[in-house]
């Protein structure tokens, strides 16, 4: 039997936690390619993710859905345009508590819409911090239209990473739905 | 001292000037033109670049103070006499005053350091203590705030390439903006864009019947942005499934929903 595979890609600024997201959700451990950071300017964390997350959801013998997340760090962009071909959708993960990455997410999400046309959602991470903006800030600082999805999360919460997964597949389903009537 | 643009910018190369005061004159050659740049400790004192020749008669053309037919008839005049002569001349006659010539001559430093500022490539040579003709009216003008001005544009301009980095997309008008129309203090390049602003137009194509530059069009788009007004409207250029692959679609994103949603929960 051929096994059919489906991609959806969890991008966004650096930090903004999609390694996390990844982990949380995925059956395997993520294998991630994780690196020491070099930057002074980025030692907010200690490791970050130069090529990708890869993460797996075996929905049953001939379903497997591939999670991979994207380098956070701008010098390894060439590897969105890849790693965005043939996915089903796309998730921009927004740290909620860092309003100077704000601009970089809003670009990012521009990047890749430019590469597919596919549904996508916003996700508000780090929700559970106390400085965290609330979802409402954050669409207008982010400049968002209201037909946007843009969802509250919490990327070490399995059940918040559930929630923004769901929500893009609705949003495809409705993507579907929106092309029988026109 | 010399190089090419490409690997030390103007913006780096005007600082450096500016900053060890240094007198002499900077000559620049590329494909589309040349700019000779002449500094005295550390200050522009003449600048030459494009088809702006830095003479009196064209210094007082390009601000709008004689016609272009005057200013052949001066730039005539000025070949027996220089252009120092010519502006007491002119002054004399009451055509000009002092602070008209002045005020000329630092507008066109400012216009020409702008331009020069947005060179990428081209061969340029540092000569020291060489200075322009001396015929030539040289009036100084200090670069360090110009330079802090240049380097704010040039990271705007970064920023908005970040922004909008393909221009093949189109422009809608936002849902919610948080402006009214009535109140906005637009320049002509905004309005110009907002005129154009249909589905089928793509940034590119306004950019290319407005004949303005990818830099200037970014801007425009840019600063529309800010004030909410607009959006870019990214073509749904949707995969062309045909009813079995829909079904098939729908049938597979419909497995993913109820397994994710059973997730945890076993």
Redesign the interface.
């Known amino acids: 039997m051929q096994i059919q595979t489906v991609k959806m890609v969890i991008t966004g600024p650096f930090n903004s936690g999609k390694t996390a997201f990844v982990q949380s959700i995925s059956e395997i451990d993520v294998v991630s390619t994780e690196r020491a950071i070099s930057t002074e300017a980025e030692r907010i964390k200690s490791q970050t993710t130069v090529a990708m997350d890869f993460g797996r959801i075996t929905v049953d013998d001939d379903l497997v859905l591939y999670l991979f997340g994207t380098p956070g760090q701008r010098r390894f962009d060439f590897m969105w345009e890849i790693l965005s071909q043939g996915m089903l959708g796309f998730v921009v993960m927004v740290d909620s508590t860092r309003p100077e990455t704000f601009r970089e997410a809003k670009s990012i999400l521009e990047t890749f819409r430019a590469y597919a046309p596919t549904p996508y959602v916003v996700a508000a991470n780090k929700q559970d911090l106390p400085d965290a903006w609330s979802v409402e800030d954050l669409r207008v600082a982010l400049r968002l239209d209201p037909e946007i999805k843009m969802l509250p999360c919490v990327a070490t919460d399995r059940e918040s990473v559930k929630a923004v997964l769901l929500e893009l597949l609705y949003s495809i389903l409705e993507e579907m739905e929106e092309e029988l009537y026109e | 001292m010399k190089g090419n643009l490409r690997d030390f910018s103007p913006t780096q190369l005007l600082s450096l000037i500016s900053l060890a005061k240094k007198t002499g004159t900077l000559r620049v050659e590329r494909s589309k033109g040349e700019a000779k740049l002449s500094f005295k400790n550390g200050k522009l004192i003449y600048a030459a670049i494009g088809d702006a020749d830095g003479s009196l008669a064209s210094v007082l053309a390009r601000a709008g103070r004689i016609t272009e037919a005057q200013a052949s008839q001066l730039a005539r005049h000025a070949l027996r006499t220089g252009d120092k002569q010519l502006g007491l001349l002119l002054i004399q006659k009451g055509y000009v005053s002092q602070a008209d010539i002045i005020h000329s001559f630092k507008r066109h430093g400012v216009a020409s350091i702008n331009y020069f500022a947005g060179w990428k490539e081209g061969w340029f040579e540092f000569f020291p203590d060489q200075g322009p003709d001396d015929a030539r009216i040289t009036v100084p003008l200090d670069l360090e705030n110009l330079i802090i001005q240049i380097a704010r544009i040039q990271k705007r301009d970064e ?1 908005l390439e ?5 221009l ?2 189109a422009l809608k008008f ?3 903006p948080n402006v009214k129309l009535s109140d906005l203090q637009l320049n002509r390049d905004e309005w110009q864009v907002l005129h154009y602003i249909k589905p089928e137009n793509t940034i590119r194509m306004i950019a290319r019947k407005l004949n303005m530059s990818d830099r200037q069009i970014r801007r425009a788009v840019g600063s529309l ?1 800010e004030a ?1 007004l607009v ?2 409207a ?5 995969e062309k499934l045909t009813v079995e692959e ?1 079904k098939q ?2 049938a ?6 109820e ?3 059973n ?2 929960a076993e």
């Open positions: 920023q970040e922004e909008i980095p393909s093949d997309v936002s849902n919610r942005r909410g959006e870019l990214h073509a749904r250029r949707r829909k679609k729908r597979l994103v419909g497995r993913l929903i397994h994710i949603q997730i945890g």
